[in-house]
């Protein structure tokens, strides 16, 4: 099992900065690949970025591609989420998700089965 718990969620205006973190601990050896995923009220859950553990090598949706930076800290265990340049439509809570396990959600051909609690990032105008 792999236990995520996400933090630095809160209140900006538009044009701030945030920066979530994730704290990964079990097994996370077998975790290759790990994403942000956020949902807005009344919308789907979209996947905004994933890093593959290994390399480092990053992915972006084009709704934050050139605004949000996605790393990690392996000495920790850390996923981070850089967060600039911030939206109103960025407000959503905000989960960071680890491929495998069971159930969970499908992004770029991996499925993302672990999960944490997640975190509320609201921006106003």
């Known amino acids: 099992q792999v236990q995520l718990v996400e933090s630095g969620g809160g209140s900006v205006q538009a044009g701030g900065s945030l920066r979530l973190s994730c704290a990964a601990s079990?097994?996370?050896?077998?975790?290759?690949?790990m994403a942000w995923f956020r949902q807005a009220p009344g919308k789907g859950r979209e996947g905004v970025a994933r890093?593959?553990?290994?390399?480092?090598?990053?992915y972006y949706s084009d709704s934050v591609k050139g605004r949000f930076t996605i790393s990690q800290d392996n000495t920790n265990n850390t996923l981070y989420l850089q967060m600039n340049s911030l939206k109103p439509e960025d407000t959503a809570m905000y989960c960071c998700?680890?491929?495998?396990?069971?159930?969970?959600?499908?992004?770029?051909?991996?499925?993302?089965?672990?999960w944490g609690q997640g975190t509320q990032v609201t921006v106003s105008s």
């Open positions: 079990g097994y996370t050896h077998i975790v290759y690949y």
């Open positions: 998700a680890g491929e495998g396990g069971t159930g969970g959600a499908w992004w770029g051909g991996f499925r993302f089965g672990y």
């Open positions: 890093i593959y553990t290994r390399v480092g090598s990053t």
